[in-house]
């Protein structure tokens, strides 16, 4: 009934894309109508459910109202506020975004909600589910409390408890290690994930971590995209639990620190993550292993009257210790080019997943600068290696350099086009970005 | 008086801006302890709600979990709160202050509306009500629009909204802000907004190409600390909990104690310099009410350059009152009843460090606002070094007497004897009979009668 209303609502809306007469005693009969209708709703109890629609609804309205009395550039700021009020705040959203790179755009709906008592903590829960034009999917919540007890550093306990489905309909395999073949194989994957972090602020800019998490990963063939299956060209052997369904109870912890404890828009600031995770396999599969990632981001903008840009430099490695009688599952293993199943970026002049092995390394350099804000332009250097044995590391390094742009909004970064060469693998075009609110904090990110 | 005045006890000025709380709901209720405050005492008066009973006024707000829905601060919901009806397209003559119950149940259902009449005792605000008790409370400092956050956000910024009441963000408008009038000033003027997570309400837009305009909260601590604030300094709290820290802007739902000790990191922040303390002036305001119930009735004003066709608006009338308190080493504790509203801001910021607002000043609301410069009560040989103690509640730091019952009521208090009176002819004429509302003329005796009042509609009928 009221995802009816609501839905109904987005269609009237929707409408005032027609011309209308700007006159003012229209806007007035039609807000008129609409305080009739806050007065009929203020007259019995409504579930916060019904709350939360009735009041995004109702907003809906309003600026459907003023669109339709407006001309020329009001009713494109009315329009405006439409988006607004579509997208963001409490409520149902639509979203737009990426579910993994290579799968192509994503859309679904979203559901925030924002809740305190009088005493206890405070909570937000979102929930969303997004289908992508290649029929992957994902649906998953996350809950984050973050205790109440004011504190004049503003520095609290917080936990996160998330729990997604995804289905990723492609994903790229090129072989194991830095030596791999350019030639593209591709599979499927079945994530099925619950989690429970806690995150606690330490004092002079330090936090720890712990966590607790349930993991099944099901690698699939992949459908007829006239890319051969990974079956057709690798093993066990040269894809380690190829066809293997693997579930892990993930046991994990960790610290971060950052300076200055209060971040910065100018001078030099830091931050710093490191992380240790085992994976035991709990159906008794050979396939159990210690993660541990270690991240390391650096910035420096100057400050001057004069916008003189940002340089940031980015250095993460994650290494895996299985032991003698196990080995990491390939659809487990950290990857570098173009964009992970995190959708981080590395290596942008390779594909996307095109580097896979136990260990990674990987640098990041980028001087960005503003255009016309929201708009900035960004040139960066990438640098990047796997390998099998951890020591071989930085034996030999794949490159990449490129310049694109940047998309903020309110001062954040929500999507990004580049183009980037190097390598002897040709250029690479690309676009992501993602308004999902579901964004896991790197802190409580693990494997995915 | 030659301008810029270049007043050597106010090298930075520091506007820290709150979010949607009213002056009666955060410190209304210093009136107690400070007799000349336009404040509130608890049952001092009520609001009816949807089905006609009255609400009234009481001292037991809590820090979070007061508001299940956002109360309505849109200029439908604000006209409702000012007036006790709905908007039509025709302006009523005066306000009455009198549809702030009956605009939140609209928002959150039949029976929830005591929620707005809900006011902080001061020492649950220990930060908040210390400044006030210590420094310069102001009384009469409206916000500049009936309406939301973005184009009252805008006045502080810009000296006017551009005609706009809604909240859509405005960067097609290149309008020089304060800022940008400060830097061909030769002087620097900058937003230090929470974290990139939290982001600036609005201004991101509005400040095309222009990063150096902008710093984190960080950014602002770290140039405290070593005396190298700009001339004018804008802050923004953070808008949204985020990972291990919440919110501190006071909107509701969000924890106002949080908020109580963002300012207390502000003050802090300032007083880690002695030198920069004697140079700065810190004002701490609210963006709009709300939702929230505030007493006094907004001024009407001229208008703006620009006005509103949908909904109709000449930007004629102040918006609902908000806290504001001014704090500096040269300002002894004093209330303020002078006006002010959002383009006070501008036009001090103008008048100090750029010339006369009354020419320099680019949009008429803020050429004629009032400045508030002239609250120093000290010279600058003699700044206060005095640390206030947000730890304990003071009391009776004023010297003023306090009212007595013989003192005339206010024309509200008055209004609302005759709301109740109208209410009991209908319910319970007999009774209604025995009163003498006409004869109400001092605040003892309308105190009396609605006590009375109310305990006649609320007796069990039985």
New interface residues.
Partial sequence: MTAGRLMAALVLSAACAAPAL?Q??D??AC??A???R??A??????S?LE?MVE?QTR?LE??R??MR??TG??K??????FG?VLLTG?GIHPVVGTIAAGNGLAGGAALTH???????P?F?ADADARLSVNRSWVTGARL?I?G?S???S?????AIADASYTHIAELSYFGPGLGAAADETRFGLNLALGRFSL?V?AGGGF?VFGQVEGLRAAPLASPDSGVPSIEARFSDVSAPALGQATTYAVLGGGAGWRY????????YSTTAHAAVRRYQETAGHPYSFTRSDVTWDNQYTP?????AGTLSARVHLSASAAGSTNRVPFYLMPTLGGADVNGESSLRSYRDYRFRAPHALSGQFEYAH?????IGMFVFYDVGTVADQFGDLGRSLKHSVGAGLTF?????IFGQIYYAWGGAEGSRFNFSGNSNPIDI?KAARSAF | MPFPLNDARVEHLVVLMMENRSFDHMIGLLKDELPDVRGVAPGDFTNLD?VGTPVALTDDA?????F???PGH?F?DVY?QMYGT????VFARTPTMSGFV?SY???????RGAAVMRCFKPERLPTLATLAREYAICDQWFSSVPGPTLPNRAFAHFGTSFG?L???????RAQPSIYQRL?RAGK?GKIY?Y??????QGM??L??????F??????F??ACKNNELPAYSFIEP?YS?N????A?DQHP?H?V??G???I??VYNAIRSNDDGWKRTMLVVVWDEHGGLFDHEIPPAVLPDDFSS????FAFDRLGVRVPAVIVSPYIDAQVEHSVYEHASIPATVTEQFIGDPRTESLHSREKRANTFLHLFTRDIDNPRTDTPDFGAVKTGSRSRARPTGADPASSLHLNQVRELQALLMRIDPAFARTLEPQAVATEAEANMFISTAMNAIHRDPA
């Fill in positions: 700007a003012t005693s806007a007035v807000e008129t609409v305080n009739r806050k007065a709703w203020a007259s019995s109890a409504h916060w709350t009041l907003e309003l600026s109202c003023r009395a407006s550039a009001e494109l700021h009315h329009g405006e506020d607004r409490e924002e809740w305190a008592s009088e005493t206890g405070r937000r984050n973050v109440s004011a504190s004049l503003n520095s609290h306990i917080h995150i602020p936090e200055p404890a209060d971040a910065v828009l100018t001078g400050e001057t009257t004069v916008d503003t255009v016309y804000d929201p903020r909004l309110g001062g954040a904090d | 949807t809590v820090y979070q979990g007061q299940p829905a956002d849109d439908n409702l709905p908007f039509n397209g009956k149940e609209q928002q959150a259902g039949v029976s706009r809604d909240m859509s963000p405005d960067f097609f830097r620097k907004y974290s990139q997570s939290s982001g600036t991101t837009f400040l095309a190409d222009q990063r150096d902008f710093g984190l909260f960080g950014d601590k770290k953070a909990d990972a291990g820290e919440l501190t739902d924890n104690l949080q109580d000790n963002f207390r990191q066709t949908a909904p109709p």
